[in-house]
């Protein structure tokens, strides 16, 4: 299940529309070390992977939700409309990214699988995990430029669905869909190790996927 966005309470130096107090935003620790993924993910691309890039979408997320606060104070309509875009993308990136690495774990020479309720939903829906795991490759390998790949719960019609978004946008916010799995492909998450061979990236990362987290977020989402 995805745990609560670390972050910390810092005063604005004036009275606003937030009692004078906002979210500051804080690096979730791994749940274990960079090597720990190892040979699917080099140890090297999740140092830099979690300590640089996710580091840099909280930096300007908590910048840009500090310029905000000040548009508020000053009720400068036009400012607060201009920072939207960089809190979306920034704070999507922050969401994606404490998702991803929850979805992760030390990894298995065979791919592992969900079971109970999670596994047959699959089959349900895709025939089989093989091919499940065909379908999500092939739509997110097609992916243009940066983004993401997704399996998500539509709530409504209480079913799983496979997705994508463009750049750092969150599923939810995006699609509707609850989000249980999110495969970041950004070259960033895979070109030291695969350079631009995104489908050998895809094929390696289900050594490593965490199912345990993913049912977990089933579970919650599908009661």
């Known amino acids: 299940m995805l745990r609560s966005i670390p972050r910390t309470f810092a005063a604005i130096n004036k009275p606003s529309a937030f009692a004078g107090l906002r979210y500051k935003h804080t ?61 979306k993308f920034n704070g999507g990136g922050h969401i994606n990214h404490t998702l991803f690495w929850e979805n992760l ?13 999670l ?42 669905e496979i997705a994508t978004t463009a750049n750092q946008d969150p599923l ?3 699609t509707g869909l609850i989000p249980l799995l999110g495969i970041d492909v950004w070259e960033h998450a895979y070109y030291l190790q695969y350079k631009n061979v995104r489908p050998d990236y895809l094929n390696a990362i289900w050594h490593v996927i965490n199912w ?4 977990d977020r089933f579970t919650k989402a599908h009661k």
């Open 105 to 117: 774990a030390p990894g298995h020479k065979e791919v592992p699988k969900p079971s109970g309720e």
């Open 172 to 174: 939810k916010p995006t």
């Open 212 to 215: 345990k987290t993913v049912t």
């Open 27 to 87: 690096l979730p620790a791994l749940p274990y070390a960079y090597e720990a993924l190892e040979p699917y993910i080099s140890g090297e691309i999740m140092k830099i992977h979690h300590a640089k890039h996710h580091q840099t979408y909280i930096n300007n997320l908590n910048a840009a939700e500090e310029k905000l606060g000040s548009a508020f104070q000053s009720k400068d309509v036009n400012e607060e409309i201009s920072i939207q875009s960089a809190i």
């Open 119 to 160: 596994l047959k939903e699959i089959e349900k829906s895709w025939g089989s995990f093989d091919q499940f795991v065909s379908k999500f490759n092939t739509q997110t390998a097609a992916v243009q430029g940066s983004g993401w790949g997704w399996l998500g719960y539509n709530k409504e019609f209480k079913r799983l």
